[in-house]
């Protein structure tokens, strides 16, 4: 609806114009404070800039009225043109809220390392980045869901470190010392004896072949990481190896050019003449290359593939990370406009009002499969694209596994549900309630009708401002509008029942939309529905 008012105000007035929604619904559907830009333009009052526009809109098809109020210009939606755009929505349900934005764009999210299961922090980025990658698809992008794989450096080396003294310990019944840093976890477990099955015994103590056992236990945590996201509906479209990277480290590093340059036995990127703090060191002096030097050159094959645009969803942890790689990208003759980086903060864990306990499972950290275990993949996801992923989150586990209005997913997947058993209760065909017109409702009616068309609206502007969290804010809404209509009117064996029950259809249909772009599946029926 809003794009539609907009296209046809920008044809008119030859110019972008902004568009607000009224606190005041009685006011109208829509307002535009355009009469306050053209004052100055016009050398007039806003109030008669508003009054002589509003006289220009004798006739329209999608408006009832144009009124003007202290400057400002509001617009109320006809009849026609909310019934016809209802209508269709109800007839074209898979294109409904989509639009065609063709770009090209890659977005790179979790990319936890493999050396363990993913835990809440990373599932947090995880349903961020992929309720960003659904809103993108419907919104007609060409988006590539990405996941980098750091599978070089010291934290692999560990990892084949930590699987041999858990071997050495749990199946050979050594004694060993562990080091201060070292991985830890039941996942060692099945690791540790698929790999005496594959390499014998003799793995768990050939300290010479920690490399190799490393190399092969990573394949089997990213097994790991990719049956974590898929419990949970996330999959991703392509996986960049780390380790794939490096034959291409003498190009990219030439391409730099003044970028690179050597002190100390060291090799530094002059991040610094690019609003980095300080220059970064690339390469140490025993040749070991730092984090840096893989996301260069991951980066510059990135831009090398030719997309629009460029997504990185990192943990708030990495916010000084940001201005080296954007520094990189410059350095490689790009644009690091093209480079949007959004944080994801991490997330404390209450259980009944009290700090969440680890597992053993996990050695130190929460996993992401023990609360999806405890709560559901449904919940989780909801939890989690809630908030803004750059602030802080805390939740408790017990309010997000009761069955009333204080959970708002069982809240919104019942408002769903009541409306599938509203539906069943009725004698009417669907082509009896669907050949109904959606006119002369009353002022509740109308207020739900047009929030439920608000969708394509809330899912362009969630996608666009990267904040996700408008979506389920929109959906507990539009559940609350639903549930008090439920108990404010009433609806079968009335005169108005196909008018209503197509109504009625559009808000489950929105309800249905809006969660499966969280990833969620709409609920059809719950058991503890009492209608």
């Known amino acids: 609806m809003k794009q539609r008012v907009s296209a046809l105000l920008r044809e008119k007035f030859g110019r972008e114009v902004v568009l607000e929604k009224p606190r005041d619904r009685s006011f109208g559907h829509f307002a535009t404070p355009i009469a306050f830009s053209l004052a100055k333009e016009l050398k007039e009052s806003p109030m008669k800039i508003a009054d002589e526009l509003a006289s220009s809109f004798n006739e329209s098809d999608i408006f009832s009225s144009v009124d003007p109020v202290k400057g400002y210009l509001n617009f109320k939606l006809s009849e026609n043109f909310l019934n016809e755009y209802a209508t269709w929505a109800l007839e074209n349900q898979n294109e409904f809220a989509k639009q065609e934005k063709k770009e090209k764009i890659l977005l790179e999210f979790v990319s936890a390392n493999p050396t363990g299961p993913l835990h ?11 309720t960003l990658y659904r809103l993108a698809k419907h919104l007609g992008y060409d988006i590539t869901a990405e996941y980098y794989v750091n599978d070089a450096g010291n934290q692999i080396d560990l990892l084949g470190l930590s699987l041999q003294l858990y071997g050495r310990e749990n199946i050979l019944k050594e004694s ?24 014998g015994i003799e793995i768990l103590s050939d300290e010479s072949r920690q490399k190799e056992l490393a190399l092969w236990a990573k394949d089997g945590v990213m097994e790991i990481i990719k049956k974590d996201l898929a419990d949970t509906n996330i999959f991703f479209d392509t996986f960049v190896y780390e380790s794939s990277l490096y034959d291409d480290w003498d190009r990219v590093m030439a391409k730099m050019g003044d970028g690179i340059y050597k002190k100390e036995e060291k090799l530094f990127i002059a991040s610094s003449l690019k609003g980095d703090d300080a220059d970064r060191v690339v390469v140490r002096e025993d040749g070991r290359p730092t984090y840096l030097a893989g996301d260069i050159v991951y980066h510059n094959q990135k831009f090398e593939r030719g997309y629009n645009q460029y997504i990185n969803i990192w943990g708030a942890d990495h916010h000084g990370y940001i201005a080296r790689v954007k520094a990189a990208v410059e350095f490689l003759g790009y644009s690091s406009s093209k480079l949007e980086v959004l944080l994801s903060q991490m997330v404390s ?15 130190n950290v929460i996993l992401m499969s023990d609360i999806v275990e405890e709560i559901g993949a449904d919940a989780l ?18 309010e997000f596994k009761k069955q009333d209005s204080s959970n708002p997913i069982f809240y919104i997947q019942y408002a769903h549900a009541r409306i599938k058993t509203i539906i069943s209760k009725s004698d009417l065909s669907e082509d009896e309630i669907m050949s109904a017109t959606l006119k002369n409702l009353d002022e509740n009616a109308d207020i739900l009708m047009f929030d439920a068309l608000l969708l394509p609206e809330i899912v362009d502007d969630a996608f666009s401002t990267r904040q996700v969290q408008k979506l389920p804010e929109y959906l507990k809404s539009l559940a609350g509008s639903l549930h ?35 990833g969620i599946t709409a609920k059809d029926y719950m058991s503890k529905e009492q209608e």
Do not use: N, W
Not at 349 to 363: H, I, N
């Open 120 to 130: 809440i922090g990373h599932a947090r980025g995880a349903v961020y980045g992929d």
């Open 176 to 199: 060993v010392e562990y080091p201060q840093s070292y991985y830890r976890g039941e996942y060692l477990e099945p690791l540790a004896q698929k790999a005496v099955e594959k390499f």
């Open 349 to 363: 864990l209450l259980k009944d009002g009290e700090p969440y306990k680890m597992s053993k499972r996990a050695g």
């Open 381 to 398: 996801r909801f939890i989690f694209a809630s908030k803004k992923s750059d602030t802080a989150l805390e939740f408790d586990l017990a």
């Open 484 to 518: 008090k209509f439920y108990y404010d009117c009433r609806i079968i064996g009335t005169e108005d029942e196909a008018k209503l029950l197509k109504l009625l259809m559009l808000v489950a249909l929105s309800l249905k939309t809006g969660l499966s772009l969280m």
